[in-house]
Nanobody, 124 residues
Framework: QVQLVESGGGSVQAGGSLRLSCIAP??????????IAWFRQAPGKEREGVAA???????SYADSVKGRFTISKDNTKNTLYLQMNSLKPEDTAMYYC????????????????WGQGTQVTVSS
């Protein structure tokens, strides 16, 4: 059972930046072999895909974050990142890291392994 741990959330003002991180302690192969992604869920809303990256480095982004967010991974540090710039109040949500051996894109149903989430709050 792959365990994922997110960090880096917090409270920022609109226009600010945050960088989220996700590690998988004891499961270093996740970063070189799996598809890993970021999802978010705001209160009362469905979980939505934000960005995904596969083992080769191919990425996919939700239209709402293109040009503002960047997903990346460091296989040597076994860490997934989400750099979030130009944050907006509508980016406020719990952000989750997810992983799966197969390409899941931005569809939550395709991911078998999830972290507990890290809260991001953007004030206007």
């Amino acid at each position: 059972q792959v365990q994922l741990v997110e960090s880096g959330g917090g409270s920022v003002q609109a226009g600010g930046s945050l960088r989220l991180s996700c590690i998988a302690p004891g499961y270093s192969y996740v970063y070189s072999r799996y598809c890993i992604a970021w999802f978010r869920q705001a209160p009362g809303k469905e979980r939505e895909g934000v960005a995904a990256i596969d083992s080769s480095g191919m990425t996919s982004y939700a239209d709402s974050v293109k040009g503002r967010f960047t997903i990346s991974k460091d296989n040597t540090k076994n860490t997934l990142y989400l750099q979030m710039n130009s944050l907006k109040p509508e980016d406020t949500a719990m952000y989750y890291c997810a992983a799966d051996p197969w390409w899941g894109g931005l569809a939550a149903v395709r991911y078998n392994y999830w972290g507990q989430g890290t809260q991001v709050t953007v004030s206007s």
